[in-house]
């Protein structure tokens, strides 16, 4: 008899699944013990197991749960969390449920094609700037999957989908799902599986104007292998209109897995050199080259790896436009791979650092060290040194801006 009810917070709640897996798959409890069923009501998610062991499930097996969790299937979450319990406990998955499993993500990939392709035939009648509202009544797809696409595909005007027993909303700032008879609830797009089908080549990212919604789009963004492995995307944080946009390289372990830029130690010695150059960092604009934490697993640990060209490459659109968006007067390239990436060359720091530099836009670029160089010195004496170089450059950019940095 099945004696742990987990709850799901809607149709499509990837992560209260993953969440739930994490605890119960660690705990090898059998898939017959567990019963899935989804909230009527908005749920709170169920607090990780701290007792559980911890395991690594492949992305192929990752990456056909979060299908699994598209299908319509009434058993799909069962079917998902069968398929990592198989894979932690070494056993084979039964041939019917393997056989279910292949048909089903066979439909979610025929369904989600279908669903895209009548999606862009709508819009191509649709006058862009008139409310849109569609229905759809039968699908053996949850299709929540998709908002995201949607909204892609909408340059993030609102939209609304109407289904038999719940709609589900995009209001221009935020996902909102009403079940029927129901108060609208809010919908976190990272609750969602990522889709079926990638998204991102159908979107033009220079046509999106608020930053908000850049970030959004970047939350979704499958274009290159490290966004299946980094926990999440970590997007620019600031004022929007930040004078001042300082770029680093990628998120560290920390950034990766609080989804902040310079939040661990490089950010703290990056804080303290902030204040001592009187730079407030809540009116500056910081991010990062690549968005997503490049990194080797050990037994132990997640060690960084350099970002290189593929994924630079990847995440330029991202860092254009939150650029576009800020129009920075100043730009601080901290290191040589935001240096290399912006000013679109190769770049040697002990060159060109300490220097302003025209960037391509009429704005300033100063190049410096990236404040993990500084926390990489051996000898104290070099540390105590280069740190107040690093000072000294952050002062000089800030001098470009006159008295008071806003
Ligand atoms: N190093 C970076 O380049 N960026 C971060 O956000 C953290 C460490």
């Known amino acids: 008899m099945p004696n742990i009810t987990v709850t799901l917070a ?22 017959a013990d567990i ?9 709170a998610l169920p ?116 289904m038999p027993d719940r709609t589900l909303r995009w209001t221009g700032h935020e996902m909102l799902r009403e079940p029927l008879g129901q ?25 999106i104007t608020s930053l908000r919604a850049v970030a959004l789009a970047a939350k979704t963004c499958l274009i290159c292998p490290m966004a299946a492995h980094a926990t999440q ?23 990766d897995r609080a989804g902040r830029p310079f939040v661990g130690p490089a950010g703290q010695l990056f804080d303290r050199a902030l204040q001592e150059a009187g730079i407030g960092r809540d009116d500056t604009y910081v991010t990062n080259t690549v968005k997503h934490f490049k990194f080797r697993r050990t037994p132990t640990r997640r060690i ?20 576009r968006i800020i129009r920075p007067a100043v730009v601080v390239m901290l290191g040589v791979t935001a240096a ?13 650092r300490s220097r302003i530099i025209t960037m391509e836009d009429g704005s300033d670029g100063l190049v410096t060290v990236h404040p993990s160089y500084l926390l990489r010195l051996p000898d104290e004496a070099a540390r105590a040194r280069e740190y107040d170089r690093f000072v000294n450059d952050l002062r000089l950019a800030a001098g470009r801006l006159g008295p008071v940095v806003t």
Request: charged content about 25%; hydrophobic content about 45%.
């Open 183 to 207: 108060a609208p609830q809010t919908l976190d797009p990272t609750s969602l599986p990522p889709p079926a089908m990638p998204m991102v080549p159908d979107l033009d990212i220079d046509r």
């Open 340 to 352: 290399s990436a912006l000013l679109g060359r190769s770049v040697t720091i002990s060159r060109e």
């Open 47 to 162: 607090a990780p197991d701290p007792a559980a062991a911890r395991f690594t499930v492949s992305r192929a097996v990752m990456e056909l749960a979060a299908t699994m969790v598209q299908s319509a299937l009434p058993d799909r979450f069962a079917l998902a969390y069968m398929l990592v319990y198989d894979h932690v406990m070494d056993m084979p998955t039964g041939q019917d449920v393997a056989d279910r499993m292949a048909a089903a993500k066979e439909d979610v990939i025929a369904q989600t094609r279908h669903l895209r392709d009548e999606i862009r035939e709508a819009l191509s009648h649709h006058d862009a700037t008139a409310p849109c509202q569609g229905r759809v009544d039968t699908l053996s797809l949850v299709p929540e999957s998709n908002a995201r696409f949607l909204t892609l595909q909408r340059s993030f005007a609102p939209w609304q989908l109407d």
């Open 304 to 323: 960084h790896e350099k970002a290189g060209p593929a994924e630079i490459a990847a995440c330029a659109p991202w860092l254009a436009a939150e650029r």
């Open 10 to 31: 809607h149709a499509a709640d990837f992560a209260g699944w993953r969440l739930a897996t994490r605890s119960l798959a660690g705990r090898h409890a059998p898939p």
């Open 35 to 43: 019963t899935w069923r989804i909230a009527t009501e908005s749920a």
């Open 233 to 255: 995307t970590v997007f620019g944080e600031g004022r929007e209109t930040a004078r001042m946009m300082f770029v680093g390289e990628q998120p560290g372990d920390i950034e």
